[in-house]
């Protein structure tokens, strides 16, 4: 009985945390609805600056230039509610962790949440324009370069995951280290391996030209180095928190 209560109170809690998310995304999505139009054109200006002159966007979709603008609407208010979001997530699940376990966990989502963000501020303001200016570049002569509003929308969510994961990395190896899985001497030992595979991810998520993988797979390789130096440091307080 006590068991099937504490699971009950555990769902009710968890259904409360639900409804302040849903809450909080509803209330800023409608704050930002007004501007849709103007958040697409932001997140478009990559592309219009390298148009030719008298270059524009097309859409294809009856209805694109009314959904298009609201997923953009809807995804800027996912990012700016996301600390919110992390809080309560963390509400829920900050009871069951033990207190070294906390100390850890709140620096790890901040981290995370500020290193997601950084790598779309990377795609956005140093990727696009390389990348955008190479394909315009690189139209044969008498093709006009207009994109289609929705796939550019799907095309930028791409690259805004791949540099945000990519700028997970190391998030990922501190979390490796400390929970035991890899040793820091093992970590430099496979360095070779991982440049090679940094490589590989950036021919994969970008487009087909070798500067934009190179601006993938850059950052990958010194997000990984950063990773070690992060986890060497982090890793001087297990033997005390071991001992406590």
């Known amino acids: 009985m006590g068991t099937s209560e504490s699971l009950i109170a555990h769902l009710i809690e968890l259904r409360a945390r639900l409804l302040n998310i849903a809450i909080a995304l509803l209330l800023v999505f409608i704050c930002l609805f007004p501007w849709a139009s103007d958040l697409y054109t932001l997140m478009a200006q990559p592309l219009l600056a390298k148009l030719p002159p008298g270059g524009q966007m097309i859409a294809t979709d009856v209805t694109a230039p009314f959904f298009v603008p609201l997923k953009v609407a809807m995804m800027a208010a996912l990012l700016i509610a996301l600390p919110y979001v992390l809080y309560q997530i963390w509400r829920f699940v900050a009871p069951g962790l033990y207190e070294h376990e906390k100390r850890l966990v709140i620096p790890l989502i901040v981290a995370s949440t500020l290193l997601f963000f950084c790598g779309m501020a990377f795609a956005y303001f140093v990727v696009f324009p390389v990348v955008f200016g190479f394909i315009t570049a690189s139209a044969p002569q008498g093709v006009a370069v ?99």
């Open 146 to 244: 207009m994109t289609d509003i929705d796939k550019y929308l799907s095309f930028v969510l791409g690259m805004f995951l791949s540099f945000g994961v990519t700028f997970q990395v190391p998030v990922a190896v501190v979390l490796l280290v400390r929970m035991g899985i890899v040793s820091i001497e093992k970590l430099r030992e496979i360095r070779s391996y991982v440049i090679v595979g940094a490589f590989i991810v950036g021919a994969i998520f970008t487009p087909p030209d070798v500067v934009s993988q190179f601006m993938l797979a850059i950052p990958l390789w010194l997000l990984y180095e950063a990773g070690i130096v992060v986890a060497s440091w982090v890793g001087k307080g297990r033997p005390q928190e071991a001992e406590s």
